[in-house]
């Protein structure tokens, strides 16, 4: 399934299935994104970041890639797990030399047996 | 590994009253971040600071202050809190090295309710 992440808040996959979560950002001097992970009851954390210097970074299991051209980063979760229920938030940086960070409203993914 | 720890996970608090939030971190980042969460709003950021004793407002600094005097804790204040400051408050922390950029980590979070 797919969501994009400012305006369909809510994904629901089958536990084994791919899902891919979307995120429009919005500044053209973001050249760094980040997504986390944040479970019910905790802080967000950090699942994969990538610069813009590239347009596609893997992990275990996920996948980032970013489209500058659109202005779109998506995160992809293959075989998703009970575990991976959460909200997910895309953060950019919009060019900030403080660290800062700007993030989207989240994401709620749900994992159904 | 990096560890911001949060000195309360719940709070309750009345119209009025000064509150304080503490953070810490225990990895010598630079830059410290409070947030506060609320639903379909996603975090937004009160205040940072990228050194002791500096800070710089975010995008909702209003109704609060905040304090670093020792380069791994930053305090967030309430002077007079209000119902609408109802929240769940998100410390964060990351290094400082220019010309890179580095994730931020955070804290468990205060849920903080003002009755």
């Known amino acids: 399934g797919e969501s994009v992440g400012l305006h369909l808040p809510t994904l629901s996959v089958q536990e084994g299935d791919n899902s891919i979560i979307n995120c429009a950002y919005s500044n053209s001097a973001s050249d760094y994104f980040i997504w986390y992970k944040q479970e019910s009851g905790k802080g967000p954390q950090f699942i994969i970041d990538?610069?813009?210097?590239?347009d596609k970074r893997q992990g275990q299991r996920v996948t980032v890639l970013l489209n500058k051209t659109v202005k779109h980063l998506s995160l992809q979760i293959a075989a998703t797990q009970p575990g991976d229920s959460a909200v997910y938030f895309c953060?950019?940086?919009?060019?900030?030399?403080?660290?800062?960070?700007?993030f989207g409203r989240g994401t709620q993914l749900t994992v159904w047996p | 590994d990096v560890k911001v720890t949060q000195s309360s996970r719940y709070l309750v608090k009345r119209t009025g009253e000064k509150v304080f939030l503490e953070c810490v971190q225990d990895m010598d980042h630079e830059n410290m971040f409070w947030y506060r969460q609320d639903p379909g709003l996603g975090l937004r950021l009160i205040y940072f600071?990228?050194?002791?004793?500096?800070?710089e407002k975010g995008d909702i600094p209003e109704g609060y202050s905040v304090s670093r005097e020792k380069k791994e804790r930053f305090s967030l204040i309430l002077e007079s809190a209000s119902t609408n400051q109802t929240s769940m408050y998100l410390c964060?922390?990351?290094?400082?090295?220019?010309?890179?950029?580095?994730?931020?980590?955070f804290g468990p979070g205060t849920r903080l309710t003002v009755l």
């Open positions: 600071s990228y050194d002791v004793k500096m800070k």
């Open positions: 964060a922390s990351s290094p400082f090295d220019r010309g890179t950029d580095n994730e931020q980590f």
């Open positions: 953060a950019e940086n919009r060019g900030s030399t403080l660290g800062r960070l700007y």
């Open positions: 990538i610069r813009s210097n590239m």
